[in-house]
C-alpha cells in the first residue's frame, strides 16, 4: 500500500472519530452524558492512535514546514 493511499484511508476516519469526540465533549455540556460515556475515552484513543499514524504518513512534510529540513533528492545520473 502507498503513502497516499493509507492517507486516502486514514484521513477520513481520523475526521470521523474527530467529529465523534466532538459531539461527545458538546453533549456533556448539554447534559446528555451516555453519548460521552460510551464514546468519549475509546474514541479518544483510537483518534490518538490514527492521528499518530497520520503524523508518521506526513513526516517530510513536517519536517520541511516546520524545520526547514528539504527532502534529499536523488542525484540525476549523466548520460
Request: charged share 15%.
Amino acid at each position: 500500500m502507498t503513502k497516499q493511499t493509507a492517507l486516502k484511508i486514514l484521513n477520513p476516519i481520523l475526521f470521523l472519530l474527530f467529529m465523534v469526540q466532538a459531539s461527545s465533549a458538546i453533549g456533556v455540556k448539554l447534559g446528555s452524558y451516555a453519548l460521552f460515556r460510551l464514546a468519549h475515552k475509546p474514541v479518544g484513543f483510537a483518534l490518538i492512535a490514527i492521528g499518530l499514524a497520520h503524523l508518521i504518513l506526513n513526516w517530510s512534510w513536517v519536517k520541511t514546514a516546520l524545520f526547514g529540513i528539504k527532502p534529499k533528492r536523488p542525484v540525476a545520473k549523466a548520460v
